[in-house]
């Protein structure tokens, strides 16, 4: 349990944390490596915070991870994976929905700054998605990166919320 207390994950390189936060403490992700979160800390009450770190909450073998909360994306902070997160506060980093094509499915509200970006992959067939159980708030950039093939005339899906304000002020494109 991290009641009152501060956990920090300094990843110099990839890791893995398969067990399970609960409390309301604080935990800050740090360092160029990916930490990635494959257990169930859904009880988790606290705070996360990006600070110029990586984290992926759930892998496509994972899909049952979660992490409760609120996160702070702060820093070039990085959030990605295919599980399950509370509250998303995108202040200046990147939100990434899988990683690789896949969904992140956030609980709470979604918030992204004019300083943030919301990256989608895309292949023929489908795009990641990230789905918001609460109200989506949209500033920043959308930056879409099309993988190989051959395409045809479809509408991806790569946001859905009960409700959505604002709107991306940039939309970058990456790949044919």
């Not at 994306?73 to 690789?100: E, Y």
């Not at 094509?101 to 067939?125: D, F, H, K, M, R």
Request: proline fraction near 3%; charge should be negative.
């Amino acid at each position: 349990s991290v009641d009152n207390a501060a956990l920090v994950f300094e990843q110099s390189a990839a890791g893995t944390y398969s067990g399970s936060l609960t409390g309301s403490g604080t935990l800050t992700v740090h360092g160029a490596g990916l930490l990635t979160f494959t257990g169930n800390s859904g009880a988790f009450a606290g705070e996360t915070r990006l600070a110029a770190g990586m984290l992926e909450v759930g892998t496509a073998a994972t899909t049952n991870a979660s992490l409760g909360g609120t996160i702070g994306i702060l820093d070039g902070g990085v959030l990605s994976g295919h599980g399950t997160v509370g509250t998303v506060n995108n202040f200046v980093g990147t939100v990434q929905p899988g990683g690789t094509i896949g969904t992140l499915t956030v609980t709470g509200n979604y918030t992204q700054s004019a300083s943030s970006t919301l990256a989608i992959e895309v292949n023929p067939q489908t795009s990641s998605q990230l789905k918001v159980g609460g109200a989506a708030s949209l500033a920043g950039t959308l930056a879409i990166s099309y993988d190989p093939g051959t395409y045809h005339p479809t509408t991806y899906t790569f946001l859905t919320a009960p409700t959505i304000t604002g709107a991306f002020d940039t939309i970058t494109i990456a790949g044919t």
